[in-house]
């Protein structure tokens, strides 16, 4: 069985997990390193369907925000809830983890999952942005551990011992993902 695929090609092929998975959508800028992840764990599906602006999941989800902004950002200011569609995250600055890398570049985590009890959309990826669904194995949270570190290294340019230091973080909010009352994993 595969670890993970892409995941409008796994609807396509019928390989979309029915009752659990996890999905791991990422935005990048088009000028910039600027990225933006969204991990996404859901459960109890009802139903999935596509619409025109994507994939939507009749099910419970529970969301990590993982921002990465360069230095001298432009609107490293304003609270990343407020932002524009393509650079927000739900949450306010004392609602992330701030991690500052070597080159001093910020990266903000949510530190608690955002819940969604009744549906959400998986947006199409444009341009470079990219979808994966990673399979409820048993070294699912490795394998997107490691996935993002690779990821945080290549694409958004975070520099690799910063990419490494990272996954703690990141690791701690997806056990929440995981542990939450009446969760899924």
Known sequence: MEKFL??????KAG????????????FYHHSSTFTRYELVSFGNVKDIYQSDEGLVFQAEGRKLYILVE??????????????S??????????????????RQ???????DPVVTYTSFTVVNPTGHD????????DDVKATMLEFLRLSLWKQARVPQSDARRLLEPIGGVIDKIQSIEGGFH
Do not use: C, M
């Not at 910020?106 to 530190?111: A, C, F, M, T």
């Not at 990219?130 to 194995?137: A, G, K, L, Q």
């Open 6 to 11: 892409p995941t409008f090609d796994a609807y």
């Open 105 to 111: 570049d910020k990266v903000y985590i949510g530190r």
């Open 15 to 26: 390989k979309l997990p029915n009752q659990q998975g996890f999905i791991l959508s990422i």
């Open 70 to 83: 360069p230095a001298g950002w432009p609107n490293k200011h304003i609270e990343p809830a407020y932002r």
């Open 85 to 102: 569609d393509s650079e927000r995250i739900p949450y306010r600055f004392k609602e992330v983890i701030a991690f500052t890398t070597n």
């Open 130 to 137: 990219v979808s994966y669904v990673f399979y409820p194995i």
